[in-house]
């Protein structure tokens, strides 16, 4: 057994029987990968149905009328929850959102049918939870331009009946204009530019978020296995004594945390693409020179913690702050377009922000490994910074 | 450290003594390529530490104060390692870890996947195993029985001496514990404040330390007594135990026990027991580094 080999192996016991090290980087970030992913579906999957409850105060024609024209757009549910009173107090409302975890209601009021089939202005309320924002937008959207439609419908059916009497006017509307409404000439195709990122899904967000941000947690191993043999175990001036170069010492740390890191990204994709269903884009060996890339910034992080701190508990408190805020400012544990704008102008600063525009650009727009060679780029430069830092304040002997 | 100077052959025992602070583990990480010195120079097996430090380390076996282990794996898989770093491999590996464990008594719990369960004295004979699993041709031991049971200890020392008998494997090893060293070492040097005060084979010190000491048990003692005996000639000194029990020092032994016996006759003092104390190497030690404490000089 060569010195490299003996020491890659005893790195690699020390991890598998750290009964941390499990958890932390291959339980937790699958757990939240799937739980998140539940959490933002609605914010990421705009196409699917939104349950939107709805009372009718009015329950005339016309309102049973805009009911079953809200009911029939795309992505909107409208149930009628039944209100039985003739009134609906501001209690009510937070009642009803409370009771099945709504965000918005539709209240139609009482002469609304009566305000239409007179002509004049009519409106339907919208309550929403200001902390939904995103929801209430697309429902109050939706819900003007169905009105809105009627409204056309209205105008038509008076100009028509005015012209060439109410009967001819019911007709035109029926085979001539309501087939229209119903089924318009006219899509919207969405198509995706070539410079310009296409949305991620929920997966597509928390998978590589998750892996990413749960990868670099390894650098907390990566300088725990250095202190903890010199302040700690004091295995670390028996091992310098021995005859191995210094270079082996460093290379088998490096070389077995980035293969150990790489390892954890390509398991983590590997489980999403199983159990999730997510794509892993057109060419998939293109996400490796980023798992690379990422493994040896979180390897370089950790060696150069080890130079900034000498005691465990401070190393580990930064170590945790350095990937939380990382994560977070990258846009790895939340959405870039969540963020708020100050944030996101020093999103480029972290090391997250390259690995997840490089895994987004693979998984989504099937890019190849030419492709994200910038990205690649800018997380190798950020390794570079971390290992030359390191090894200048780096000591073997303290 | 200033002006230490010694030379240890094959298959000796050399002990490095000294009090807290005096320099013992400085010199021994100088020699083990850990610091460098800013003068003077350490040669093993002809190589300068200075300048071939990776040729010295082919030599070295290093057991350090603390027990420098990895407490998450067996004591096989220690051994394993550290006779990995040492270029050890193959068919040899496997025997010499078995010689090691052997030695250290740790064959039944050889594969218990954690050594951190060890007890104390295990810990410390892994730790002894570790460092010379490889079998190097100096073998250094920087107190190797710091808190260790009676038994463990024992074991220590009886493998140490066998080891380097039979393997022409040179020791340089540190203790606090001068019985140790006296039982153990074919030649010792004391240090203190980074100097060395003396170099010697331990039976020659022993038999250079000044002076006698008279232990004697009085049945009816007095303050008098005391008195008279600090004063009667032959006897250089006089420490009172307890109540009943004093040291008497004399420069020579033949003196000072007429000098207690007569002065015992004039005060009428029975003697309950009486015991010359033999010289030993801690009396020598104490000699030579005084009886100061040295509190909060170590390393």
């Not at chain 1, 709504?102 to 209240?107: D, M, P, R």
């Not at chain 2, 040729?55 to 096989?76: D, H, I, K, Y």
């Amino acid at each position: 057994m060569t010195a490299f080999r003996v020491m890659v192996v005893k790195e690699l016991r020390s991890i598998y029987r750290n009964p941390m090290a499990f958890g932390l980087l291959l339980f937790m970030p699958f757990l939240l990968m799937a739980v998140i992913s539940k959490a933002f579906e609605p914010l990421f999957e705009g196409r699917e149905t939104f349950e939107v409850p709805l009372v009718d105060l009015d329950r005339t024609a016309e309102s049973v009328e805009i009911i079953a024209g809200l009911d029939a757009l795309e992505g909107i549910e409208i149930v009628d929850i039944g209100w039985e009173s003739e009134t609906l107090s501001a209690a009510d409302v937070d009642g009803i959102l409370d009771e099945e975890d709504y965000f918005t209601l539709i209240v139609i009021p009482d002469g609304f049918g009566e305000d239409m089939e007179s002509g004049r202005e009519v409106s339907v309320s919208l309550y929403s939870d200001p902390g939904q924002e995103a929801y209430s937008r697309v429902v109050r959207d939706e819900v003007q331009g169905r009105l809105l439609i009627e409204d056309l419908m209205r105008t038509f059916r008076s100009v028509l009946a005015s012209q060439t009497g109410e009967t001819a006017a019911e007709a035109t509307i029926e085979n001539e204009i309501a087939p229209r409404v119903e089924e318009p000439g006219l899509t919207v195709e969405r198509l995706f530019t070539e410079k310009r990122k296409a949305t991620p899904g929920n997966f597509e967000q928390t998978v590589p978020g998750f892996a990413l941000m749960f990868t670099f947690w390894l650098s907390a191993f990566v300088a725990g296995s250095i202190q903890s043999e010199k302040l700690v175990f004091r295995t670390w001036r028996r091992t310098i004594v021995a005859p191995v170069s210094r270079f082996t010492i460093v290379a088998s740390r490096v070389l077995t945390y980035v293969a150990l890191g790489m390892a954890q990204m390509t398991l983590l994709f590997v489980l999403a693409w199983a159990l999730f269903g997510l794509s892993l884009g057109d060419h998939p060996y293109a996400l490796l020179p980023v798992f690379f890339a990422m493994a040896m910034v979180t390897t370089a992080f950790g060696f150069l913690m080890t130079t900034l701190v000498r005691d465990f508990v401070t190393m580990s408190s930064l170590v945790n702050l350095a990937v939380i805020l990382s994560a977070a400012a990258g846009g790895a544990l939340v959405p870039l377009f969540l963020l708020p704008a100050w944030l996101r102008a020093i999103s480029p600063l972290v090391p997250h922000y390259w690995a997840m525009d490089a895994c987004q650009s693979v998984l989504l727009l099937g890019s190849d490994v030419g492709d994200i060679l910038p990205e690649v780029a800018a997380l190798l430069g950020f390794s570079a910074l971390f290992f030359a830092l390191g090894i200048w304040r780096f000591r073997f002997v303290d | 450290m200033d002006g230490i100077s010694f030379a240890v052959n094959a298959g000796e025992i050399f002990g490095l003594l000294g009090p807290n602070g005096a320099g013992k583990t400085t010199a021994i990480s100088v020699i083990a390529t850990l610091l460098r010195g800013d003068g003077g120079k350490v040669c093993i097996g002809g190589h300068d530490v200075a300048r071939e430090p990776s040729r010295v380390r082919q030599w070295l076996g290093f057991v350090p104060q603390e027990t420098g282990l990895f407490p998450m794996m067996s004591a096989r898989e220690n051994l394993e390692y550290f006779a990995g770093i040492q270029g050890v491999r193959g068919r040899d590996l496997k025997l010499r870890i078995s010689e090691a464990l052997e030695i250290s008594g740790l064959q039944s719990v050889a594969d218990k996947p954690r050594a951190i369960y060890f007890s104390g004295g295990m810990r410390r004979r892994l730790n002894l195993a570790a460092g010379l699993v490889h079998r190097p041709r100096l073998l250094l031991l920087d107190e190797p029985t710091v808190g260790v049971d009676t038994q463990s200890r024992n074991l220590i020392l009886q493998n140490i001496k066998r080891l380097a008998a039979e393997n022409e494997m040179a020791v340089v090893y540190t203790t606090h514990y001068m019985e140790e060293a006296e039982i153990l070492c074919d030649r010792v040097a004391i240090i203190d404040h980074g100097r060395m005060l003396v170099c010697d084979e331990v039976a020659h010190l022993v038999a250079s330390a000044s002076g006698t000491t008279i232990e004697v048990t009085l049945a009816d003692p007095s303050d008098e007594f005391e008195a008279a005996l600090a004063a009667a000639p032959g006897v250089s000194g006089v420490t009172r135990h307890d109540d009943r029990r004093y040291a008497v020092q004399s420069a020579d032994q033949e003196r000072g026990l007429a000098a207690l016996v007569s002065v015992a006759g004039r005060n009428n003092v029975t003697f309950e027991a009486l015991r010359v104390v033999r010289p030993s190497l801690e009396q020598v030690f104490l000699e030579l580094t005084g009886y100061e404490l040295r509190d909060g000089e170590g390393r």
